[in-house]
């Protein structure tokens, strides 16, 4: 079991930026690809970005390329996604993943585990 707990979520003016932060305990968190997801209000969840166990491998979704960064510390064993150049669509709920699978994914239905998300608030 992974428990999953992120943070850093809050209200920013549109071209701000954001980092949260994904803090994991229980099971070695390294071995674990990771995913960020987001819920707008009215909306249904979707894909934000992805990164495998090892780093090596990165997904994002179109609508955040180029804005967002995941990446991870393997000794702090947390995960974060840097969010720049925010815009007032990009407020939602941000819930981080965990998949045990051995192919990053970018499927909801892989991710085994997930956080209790953090809101993200952008005014124009």
């Known amino acids: 079991q992974v428990q999953l707990a992120e943070s850093g979520g809050g209200v920013v003016q549109a071209g701000g930026s954001l980092r949260l932060s994904c803090a994991a305990s229980?099971?070695?968190?390294?071995?674990?690809?990771m995913g960020w997801f987001r819920q707008a209000p009215g909306k249904e969840r979707e894909f934000v970005a992805a990164?495998?166990?090892?780093?090596?491998?990165?997904y994002y979704a179109d609508s955040v390329k180029g804005r967002f960064t995941i990446s991870s510390d393997s000794a702090k064993s947390t995960k974060y996604l840097q969010m720049n150049r925010l815009k007032p669509e990009d407020t939602a709920v941000y819930y981080c993943?965990?998949?045990?699978?051995?192919?990053?994914?970018?499927?909801?239905?892989?991710?085994?585990?997930w956080g209790q998300g953090t809101q993200v608030t952008v005014s124009s």
């Open positions: 993943a965990a998949d045990e699978g051995f192919v990053l994914s970018t499927e909801q239905s892989e991710f085994d585990f």
């Open positions: 229980g099971r070695a968190f390294n071995h674990y690809n």
């Open positions: 990164i495998s166990w090892s780093g090596g491998t990165t």
